[in-house]
């Protein structure tokens, strides 16, 4: 059945074009084998064959005619040879019929293709437990390659507790234990409460049962939405467990936010896609042979044209390049195109972002919002309507040019007009990345007005930006002291200026922006600095000057200052010589005083 | 099967689980606004740590508790994996080690009482084994009972660890500090353990004396649901 004939070896990683080889798959996982490549896709089991969802309405004649096989419709598990007889009696495959129709071409296949179970005869008071097809493998009574590959570390020897028995006795006991009351789900802690064994092992084995469906697998469930992100922990614990694990859920689910249809099968994608990121579809590095696995895709694509295997819980595959989309069920039966191989396919996850697509208008809303409210996210979230205040955040932050809006709170005309302009010209991203690490330096700036002042430059053309940096730089020179008013004003000036433009100018404006950004902004910008230096220069020499000239009057003081003091000294100098003549003469006096006493009285005493 | 590791009596061995797999009890006892979870588990140390959390989270969404408990869940049982890891490059004393473990649990309604003795030397010791075989032997119904056997005794396993690391420590120490004491410091130390010899005191027969057979005989009680009610309203008032 199977085209591809060579080996080929599987290389997990990005994408094909990028050559990252993360990890080797065995080489036995040859597509020359269909089975393997269905098991190691359905591995994982992000994909739901809700094409089993419907038990067929005879059961008892289909499961006679393929037990254990599937009807060729699926078709890559057509041929199981290491498909083991299922050793309980009560279980029973469905036949993976989606439709009634299919069926009896699988009735008429089967017994042509080599069939390796003979149809077992189904007790008639038997409980019927359904496990999906794909895993047919499974038998109570042994274990089976596939567990081996997907639960290596029971398998290894590594470590002493977890051994063969140890597995068979944990998978055992939990599959016994959910088919007591197999419509119930039957939660992991429940089993690993009842089991003697260490935790992280139990949850293991039950996580591998519960991706392959031979625990809590019910018809019934599958209509309902499954938790996804449950399945993708899963997944990325099952890629991170086991080393051995296809390319495709290394790779983290991208959001998309548009819709997105399956090509093949033309329904809405639910909750996750696939991506291909291959360009061209002729160079492919390690397709060695063609890969496609059934015969005819269109033929399988008009057996499945039912929307309803793609409406609940599918996953759809993108191709960005080609814009193909396909669902799960297509994707895994490869029906992409020649060529094409499902490495080259990215998941795309879809869950909530695709019910909440952000309108421009929404958008438009929200910047207002934000530029009136700030960071009043409730309120920003009222105005908007019909959004979470987290989803406004979550948005804004996506936003190319959030970052830029959320500093400046003046624009508010020439932020919706800009988003117009932005719609309108289909500005790629890679622009206002450009554009914004072209303003980051200038916006970074400490000085808002600065910052403001780069942002409207960029807006603005070439030519205006330079005539209002001018202009700007004239009323800032004429102001001279009064600085604050001057640029508040040049502004003013530069703004009106720059509104003007806005609306004249169409979309050339931003390719002149990003061409001539590096040029037009230094200049307005350095004069506007040279001014400013120039007056702190004036400023300072003249509070240099009033220093001095207080230097030089304290220095004046001071000299008088001492020369009074000299003069102070000199007078009591002389005072004090004053004093001493004073003090001499009186003594002198009465001396004479006392001479002349003593002269009289001798004098008398001559008389008489 | 693992040879046996031949260690001498006397001399230290690294620290581990003296079982097959160094598999570590973890405890839990979270009250989160008025809400207990009380639980118990084995848990592979060797594990990556990104498990915890999603057990943590498992736990929690299976049995639909409010999501505070997750994260303490997951605070729980890596400060146990921290505190056992923080014994992990320790050396402890094994030495003649046989020691008795005790089993006195009771699991939904199922009580079960019972002694044996546990060669602590084993390092290819399962409880979990022990535990299959005795839930089997004794026809307990009830599934949980068999891991919180396997629990207890690997509880009780870790609590001799940790005791052995410690007198270990204290040997090492008095060894720098006397020489001559060191022997009968380290079979004072082996507290816990009985001395073979001393144990098989029969020395005709390997057989247990009579008295000795109702210790060491398994017990396994059903209650009824008056007599578990009564018993758990007891266990909580005791706290309080």
Not at chain 1, 40 to 55: G, N, T
Request: one cysteine or more; a neutral charge.
């Amino acid at each position: 059945v199977a085209l591809a004939t060579k080996q080929r070896q599987w290389y997990f990683g990005l994408s094909v074009n990028e050559r990252t080889v993360v990890h080797q798959w065995p080489s036995f996982f040859s597509f020359g084998s269909p089975s393997t490549f269905w098991a190691f896709l359905w591995k994982y089991s992000f994909i739901i064959p809700s094409v089993f969802a419907r038990p067929p309405k005879n059961l008892r004649n289909l499961t006679a005619m393929a037990s254990t096989e599937p009807p060729a419709a699926v078709t890559p598990p057509s041929s199981k040879p290491n498909l083991l007889p299922l050793a309980s009696p009560t279980i029973i495959t469905p036949s993976a019929a989606a439709s009634v129709a299919v069926a009896p071409t699988a009735s008429s296949s089967s017994p042509a293709t080599p069939s390796v179970a003979t149809p077992r005869p189904i007790p008639s008071d038997a409980e019927v437990v359904h496990i999906p097809s794909y895993s047919c493998w499974f038998s109570l009574g042994d274990i089976s390659e596939c567990e081996i590959r997907c639960l290596p570390e029971f398998f290894d020897s590594r470590s002493p507790s977890r051994n063969p028995k140890a597995y068979k006795y944990i998978r055992d006991s939990i599959v016994k234990q959910f088919r007591r009351n197999p419509s119930s789900k039957i939660t992991f802690t429940e089993v690993r409460k009842t089991l003697v064994a260490d935790v992280i092992s139990i949850r293991k084995v039950f996580d591998f049962l519960d991706a392959w469906g031979l625990i809590n697998y019910s018809p019934a469930a599958l209509n309902k939405p499954l938790k996804w992100e449950d399945k993708d922990s899963k997944s990325s614990q099952h890629a991170a467990d086991s080393p051995a694990g296809p390319s495709l859920d290394s790779t983290p689910p991208v959001r998309e936010t548009s819709k997105r249809l399956c090509g093949s099968c033309k329904s809405v994608c639910s909750i996750a896609c696939f991506a291909s990121d291959k360009v061209n579809l002729a160079s492919s590095f390690h397709c060695n042979g063609i890969h496609t696995i059934k015969g005819n895709p269109s033929a399988a694509f008009c057996a499945i044209a039912s929307l309803e295997h793609c409406s609940t819980n599918l996953v759809l595959i993108v191709l960005n390049q080609y814009d193909i989309t396909l669902c799960a069920r297509c994707f895994v039966r490869g029906n992409y195109r020649v060529g094409l191989s499902s490495s080259d396919f990215k998941r795309v996850e879809i869950s909530d972002e695709m019910k909440t697509d952000w309108t421009e208008k929404e958008t438009l809303q929200l910047l207002e919002a934000v530029m009136h409210y700030g960071d009043d996210w409730k309120k920003v979230a009222q105005h908007v309507g019909g959004r979470s205040d987290k989803d406004c955040i979550t948005h804004f932050i996506k936003l190319p040019m959030g970052e830029q809006f959320a500093s400046s709170a003046e624009f508010g005309s020439s932020i919706n007009k800009l988003n117009q302009m932005k719609d309108d010209n289909n500005i790629s991203s890679s622009s206002s990345p450009s554009k914004r690490l072209c303003l980051s330096p200038l916006a970074d700036a400490s000085n808002p007005i600065m910052a403001q002042a780069a942002f409207l430059s960029a807006l603005a053309g070439t030519g205006v930006a330079e005539a209002a940096a001018q202009a700007a730089v004239t009323a800032v020179s004429e102001m001279g002291q009064g600085e604050p008013k001057a640029d508040i004003r040049s502004l003013h000036g530069v703004q009106g200026l720059q509104d003007a433009s806005i609306t004249s100018n169409g979309s050339g404006i931003l390719k002149s922006v990003e061409e001539a950004h590096s040029g037009v902004n230094p200049k307005p910008e350095e004069k506007e600095k040279v001014n400013v230096e120039e007056e702190i220069r004036r400023v300072a020499e003249v509070q240099m000057k009033q220093i001095q000239e207080k230097i030089i009057h304290f220095e004046e003081v001071d000299s008088q200052i001492e020369k009074e003091w000299k003069q102070m000294e000199q007078m009591r100098d002389i005072l004090f010589y004053d004093q001493l003549n004073l003090l001499k003469h009186e003594r002198a006096i009465r001396k004479s005083g006392q001479q002349a006493a003593e002269g009289v009285r001798t004098q008398g005493d001559y008389v008489s | 099967m693992k040879p046996l590791p031949s260690t001498s009596s006397k001399t230290p061995v690294k620290f581990r689980m003296p079982t097959s797999e160094n598999l570590v009890p973890i405890r839990l006892d979270i009250e989160v606004g008025g809400q207990r979870f009380k639980d118990a588990f084995t848990w592979n140390i060797s594990d990556p740590d990104s498990e915890v959390s999603v057990f943590a989270k498992r736990t929690q969404k299976d049995l639909k508790l409010p999501l505070a408990f997750a994260t303490q869940i997951a605070q729980s049982i890596q400060t146990q994996q921290t505190e056992f890891r923080s014994y992990k490059g320790q050396e402890m004393l094994t030495g003649e080690k046989i020691v008795p473990i005790k089993l006195d649990l009771r699991v939904n309604r199922t009580l079960i009482k019972d002694q044996f003795l546990w060669d602590l030397n084993n390092f290819d010791s399962d409880p979990e084994e022990f535990s299959k075989t005795f839930c089997n032997d004794l026809g307990i119904e009830d599934p949980e009972v068999g891991p919180a056997v396997a629990f207890a005794i690997r509880e009780q396993l870790y609590e001799i660890a940790i005791q052995s690391v410690a007198t270990a420590r204290e040997s090492r120490n008095a060894k720098k500090g006397r020489r001559g004491e060191y022997s009968s410091i380290s079979s004072r130390s082996t507290g816990a353990a009985l001395d073979l010899m001393k144990l098989f005191s029969n020395r005709y027969s390997g057989v247990r004396k009579r008295k000795e057979w109702d210790v060491f005989e398994p017990m396994v009680d059903m209650l009824s649901n008056e007599e578990v009610a009564a018993l758990e309203s007891m266990v909580e008032r005791k706290p309080r």
